[in-house]
T-cell receptor, first 116, second 111 residues
């Protein structure tokens, strides 16, 4: 089975722009979670989608949003980019329909976003 | 205040040594505790420990969960240079916060 894939792998944007990141989960996985990883804060949970619905949300501003499509692929959008948004954005998928927090999550390679 | 605290933050040992990595957590509704290994890319899953599975072993790696004292350890025996990585501990409280990760332990194995 192919693993979790994320595109693009690297992205450079300037302050004020917006960005869309994409994630394709492992085949058969319906839950997709997004995380932000920075040297100072470590891995922090952004949100989780299941069956096209946002089920859980972390403590991030409204500039961070996402959606999930019927084929379980997910996109994450960040509007009005700030320098502090520079990070590795990781997507993870899991099988358990009870919720991402109760099952093993498998991570993609991430998208490295740099905001100038 | 961090809910998951890992120690040490970094560790340098020689090949062949045994290392023990620590993870303590505070929890309201514990569901599971997970260990991941992160090299230069995605974290890769190592173990998941739950109330029904408090000890796991895979080759040279093993992990134990102490639910009473709220900590877990990851043990690596006969370390190899390929074990060099950041080891992340995360707990699941079953709530709306996804997985809560510690800052990780940066392990360096010297030949």
């Amino acid at each position: 089975k192919a693993g979790v894939t994320q595109t693009p792998r690297y992205l450079i944007k300037t302050r004020g722009q917006q960005v869309t990141l994409s994630c394709s989960p492992i085949s058969g996985h319906r839950s997709v979670s997004w995380y932000q990883q920075t040297p100072g804060q470590g891995l922090q949970f952004l949100f989780e989608y299941f069956s096209e619905t946002q089920r859980n949300k972390g403590n991030f501003p409204g500039r961070f949003s996402g959606r999930q499509f019927s084929n379980s692929r997910s996109e994450m959008n960040v509007s009005t980019l700030e320098l502090g948004d520079s990070a590795l954005y990781l997507c993870a998928s899991s099988l358990n329909p009870q919720g991402a927090s109760t099952d093993t999550q498998y991570f993609g390679p991430g998208t490295r976003l740099t905001v100038l | 205040e961090d809910k998951v605290v890992q120690s040490p933050l970094s560790l340098v040992v020689h090949e062949g040594d045994t290392v023990t990595l620590n993870c303590s957590y505070e929890v309201t509704n514990f569901r599971s505790l997970l260990w991941y290994k992160q090299e230069k890319k995605a974290p890769t899953f190592l173990f998941m420990l739950t109330s029904s599975g408090i000890e796991k072993k895979s080759g040279r790696l093993s992990s134990i969960l102490d639910k009473k004292e709220l900590f877990s350890i990851l043990n690596i025996t006969a370390t190899q240079t390929g074990d060099s990585a950041i080891y992340l501990c995360a707990y699941s409280g079953g709530g709306a916060d996804g997985l809560t990760f510690g800052k990780g332990t940066h392990l360096i194995i010297q030949p």
